[in-house]
């Protein structure tokens, strides 16, 4: 068993926006190449999230309109003002979760046909790094 | 350190059903014959979730509910008609999460008394696959 | 590829406290030696979460103000009474997610600037157990 390890640097354009990051983990595995383990892809700022599911663009459209539903931006959070990101962010960033882990057998994704790694950029304009935690043999 | 991948397929009757998996999660660790490790397991869908929780019928009952209070079915999603699943039931998805990892030592598994793996169906009556990756020596 | 295992033990002396666990893992690392790898952080509890995040006052604040929104305490719930905890405790538990899988590199923690390890104690004032599984060279 071996490690290794890549870094993805994302600069998005809007304030919110989705990556499909599927093919960044895919040439990691090529570049480590193990055939069989994990990769573990991990956010390193808490105003976005790292998930596995569909790419369609009507639900990630439905997606964004729902967390903000059940996470509004608000003028009474006590984290705000001089903080980066609104208390809203946060909680979005929690509910979808920064990290998962992909498992991969004979240098393939153990994923289904309907689920790509995404990463949603929730508060951006910023550069965001993404850890890609290759481990296996 | 080795690797040792099983997966599971599960069909429900019901469109909403939870299946405890711990046995099965279980029994891969026997097989693998490892003694100390992490279980990754995942579900390859969207529409379901893995999670580690009290398998209580009130409790599993209640949490039902107050998923479809938090991510309803609506009419008036992007995303519907012509794909498997409403968006409702990615967002309940991505709530519980489709992925737990379960450490072990001394080949059982660390889980708390009232803690299970249970595999949360969410829109079935389709067969399901779960990737089981044991990782250990 | 070796394992290093330990386990934290938590008190609250209050009903719902935020722990900041960083440290703990940061000296399992080093009493691991290991320099890349995983360190998988697990919540044997499902009254409690382990959450990676920024722990300033404000927002933890108001993330208590806002699971209490998403996730109330209520008399109806099926799970209740002879048990533990509430469902809505449960609920708030599976939101935030019980465990966090922590990448280091080089004997750092892969952790962005405002990033900390944090234990959720949701319905405490009973000791709490949390597994610290460490996976590397």
Known sequence: MKIYNEAITLQSTKVREVFNIT????????????RDGIIVVTSLHSNSAVIVNDEEPGLLADLDVWLQQLAPARHD????????????????SLLLHHQVIIPFTERRLDLGPWQFILFIELDGQRPKRISVKVVGE
Request: glycine share 4%; proline share 0%.
């Open 23 to 34: 093919w960044q983990v895919k040439a990691a595995v090529e570049k480590s190449s193990f």
């Open 77 to 92: 959070y006590k984290h705000q003002g001089r903080f980066e990101s609104n208390s809203s962010v946060h909680f979005q």
